[in-house]
């Protein structure tokens, strides 16, 4: 078995993956907050962190994944009071939404995928013991963590206390010892969300729920914890005070965090108007086209989004797509195939050395290259199983039509976004409401907008 290395931000070192316990490799992601569609930068984590979930099942079998959906926030509060819908409509909206586009993506369901406010007795739970412990307080309807009683509190960001400090600028709660310290429980308005609790009426803090969904579904301390490098600090951080100091153990043994995505070499932002929504981007190109991209460069390296890397990725995709076209039978069970092509698992060898799925792909294509040159159809049949099943652990690979761009859509689907573009006309967003229209001519649906409103109907090639 090739052995497993990863890079662990907690100790800055590349090292080889021991797990507490190999018959259950256990996971933790931190999940999107629910409150609009993620945009690409946010698609980038749920991908790389499906092939590390890919990998671990195939090198050790069973593997138990957390991802968690933040379903509580200030911004989920502000969007419902905007859009005049309750904080449960917004939130199941988009957690539906959210799950049409990671099918797309092809990512597996991870084994749990638990929601933030179904958990606030837990949050509670825990939120009590560090009471109990000292290492927090109650202040003025808030409970805080003291972060000074944990000595090596910075351990995962390496920053001294000093760095942490809140500039001068920034006015320091009155009601807290220390600058450092952070919420836990806070009261809430009257239109804000909030549960009964010992402390008064109130609501989480943001750290607080992945602690406790994470040690339900994981234990006090279990392999891995994953999420984005922004989250390092203060998430990250505090999540591992707060394990610390409610169970006194080290939250997770290997911490690992993808680097930034950039679009056209700048970060994006509201004020540039070039945020790329997953949603937007999902419409435009098929979702195995948006993995390869994001698993084309390095996940620790800045990934810059560009038109070209993404016609790059669709090239690349109809030739490995190309080359399973020439095989006439391809085995489910690959068996013996490595041994009759004298193949070795380059794939998986890459992705065993941290997840280097940009030399992965190489290996993809090069199997590619040997189908194209090889004259043997039992030949080509062997090394097409071994494509389909290397591509597997990076999700690829899996459509059964590549080439044929038929219509899927229902006819809910075609009438859903019949009513998206007739409300992006209205609010005189004409691109979204022609990049609609140019989807569903994609599908083979010709809209038609008469008198009566839009009428559609299925064309033929
Ligand atoms: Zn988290």
Redesign the pocket.
């Known amino acids: 078995m090739n052995s497993l290395h990863l890079y662990n931000s907690l100790t800055n070192r590349l090292e080889e993956f021991t797990p507490i316990d190999s018959g259950n490799i256990r996971m933790y992601a ?1 999940g999107p907050t629910v409150y609009s569609s993620p945009h690409i930068g946010n698609a980038r984590p749920l991908v790389v962190f499906d092939v590390l979930f890919r990998l671990l099942k195939r090198l050790y079998g069973n593997v138990t994944y957390v991802r968690n959906l933040t379903d509580v926030d200030d911004k989920i509060n502000k969007r419902a009071h905007e859009r005049n819908i309750s904080i449960k409509e917004l939130t199941d909206e988009v957690i539906e939404e959210f799950h049409k586009n990671t099918d797309k993506l092809n990512l597996l369901r991870p084994t749990y995928e638990p929601r933030a406010t179904f958990h606030i007795k837990e949050m509670l739970d825990i939120i009590n013991l560090l009471v109990q412990s000292g290492f927090a307080y109650i202040a003025e309807g808030h409970v805080l963590f003291r972060v000074k009683k944990l000595e090596n509190y910075g351990q995962l960001s390496k920053r001294s206390l000093e760095d942490m400090i809140p500039g001068s600028r920034v006015e320091v709660a009155p009601y807290k010892e220390d600058p450092l310290d952070f919420v836990l429980w806070k009261p809430s308005n009257e239109n804000e969300p909030s549960w009964d609790s010992p402390f008064g009426k109130g609501r989480p803090g943001w750290h607080i729920e ?1 602690s406790a969904m994470s040690s339900k579904y994981l234990g006090k301390q279990f392999d891995i914890h994953a ?1 984005g490098q922004d ?1 390092i600090f203060p ?1 990250h951080e505090n ?1 591992i005070a707060q394990n610390f100091g409610a169970f006194g153990c080290l939250m997770a043994n290997y911490w690992i965090h993808n680097g930034l995505l950039l679009v056209n070499n700048q970060k994006m932002s509201k004020s540039l108007g070039n945020i790329i929504s997953l949603d937007e981007i999902l419409r435009k190109y098929d979702g195995e086209i948006i993995r390869y991209v994001l698993l084309s460069t390095h996940y620790q390296k800045t990934l810059n989004w560009t038109d070209q890397i993404v016609n790059q990725a669709k090239l690349a995709l109809d030739r490995l797509y190309g080359a399973l076209e020439s095989a006439t039978e391809i085995s489910g069970d690959a068996g013996n195939f490595e041994g009759k092509i004298g193949f070795e698992s380059k794939v998986t060898e890459a992705l065993c050395n941290n997840l280097n799925t940009s030399l992965a792909l190489q290996e993809l294509s090069k199997i590619a290259d040997k189908i194209y040159k090889s004259n043997d159809q039992v030949e080509k049949n062997l090394l097409c199983s071994a494509l389909k099943k290397e591509a597997e652990i990076l999700g690829l690979l899996a459509r059964k039509n590549w080439f044929q761009k038929e219509a899927k859509l229902s006819e809910e689907e075609i009438s859903k976004l019949l009513n998206e573009r007739a409300q992006a006309k209205a609010g005189k967003n004409f691109q979204k409401a022609d990049e609609i229209r140019n989807y569903l001519l994609q599908n083979k649906i010709k809209i038609e907008d008469t008198k009566d409103g839009p009428v559609w109907k299925v064309i033929s090639e």
């Open positions: 931190c992945c999420g989250l998430h999540e």
